[in-house]
């Protein structure tokens, strides 16, 4: 078990680039979850991942960004024609679900350490 | 909809004296419950978490905190203060069904003085 793994850890990129974030979260873990943190607050649910299925979506996840799992495994998180409102902390988390696990474990989330995007 | 408060963004304690960072949520029923801490330029690492059992949890690095349902709080606390402690801590709930996913609080950053 080495955790969640996050690349790059830090992308500074011009206005209207495309940027894309890679997530690796724990092997056996079927559930993975995408958070966006700015600066002063707490992370904010972006989107979410059973298996290879996305299945919400938060209202903050605009037509620019876009996630896959498309072997239930690795996520990607693209942003396209990148905005400065979309510099923040990017953190990818998982955890197991029920398969295998205590409940008091299941839905315990484990957290990368984020990719940090600067848009300038 | 969930919610999570925490009460005061800043607090600065000495070492050695009792940590007390507060957590207020609201849900319309009772939320699995969970404290992080983050470290500059890291991840969130997990403290500790109620889910459900009894109500007062012990976490790692001397924390705990207890889950008072008539007060719908959840706060954490450490007696003694380490300078190591200093870091930004956040609640988070999550709901007992569906995607599980976090709504966190705006976090309270915690200052250690020698």
């Known amino acids: 078990d080495t955790g969640v793994s996050q690349d790059p850890r830090h992308k500074i990129t011009k206005r209207g680039q495309n940027v894309t974030f890679r997530c690796d979260p724990i092997?056996?873990?079927?559930?993975l979850y995408w958070y966006r943190q700015t600066l002063g607050q707490g992370p904010e649910f972006l989107t979410y991942?059973?298996?290879?299925?996305?299945?919400?979506k938060s209202r903050l996840l605009s037509d620019r960004f876009s996630a896959e799992r498309p072997k239930g495994s690795f996520s990607t998180l693209e942003i396209q024609r990148t905005e400065q409102g979309d510099s923040a902390m990017y953190l990818c988390?998982?955890?197991?679900?029920?398969?295998?696990?205590?409940?008091?474990?299941?839905?315990?989330?484990?957290f990368g350490p984020g990719t940090r995007l600067t848009v300038t | 909809a969930q919610s999570v408060t925490q009460l005061g963004s800043h607090v600065s304690v000495s070492e050695g004296a009792l940590v007390l960072l507060r957590c207020n949520y609201s849900?319309?029923?009772?939320?699995?419950l969970f404290w992080y801490v983050q470290y500059p330029n890291q991840g969130l690492q997990l403290l500790l978490k109620?889910?459900?059992?009894?109500?007062l949890v012990k976490g790692i690095n001397g924390f705990e905190a207890e889950f008072k349902k008539s007060e719908t709080s959840f706060h954490l606390t450490k007696p003694s203060a380490h300078m190591s402690d200093a870091a930004e801590y956040f609640c988070?709930?999550?709901?007992?069904?569906?995607?599980?996913?976090?709504?966190f609080g705006t976090g309270t950053r915690l200052k250690v003085l020698a």
């Open positions: 988070a709930v999550s709901g007992r069904s569906g995607t599980y996913k976090y709504i």
């Open positions: 991942f059973q298996n290879e299925a996305q299945l919400e």
């Open positions: 092997s056996e873990h079927n559930r």
């Open positions: 988390a998982s955890s197991s679900g029920l398969q295998g696990s205590k409940l008091s474990e299941a839905y315990e989330q484990y």
């Open positions: 849900s319309s029923v009772p939320p699995y």
């Open positions: 109620y889910t459900t059992g009894a109500t």
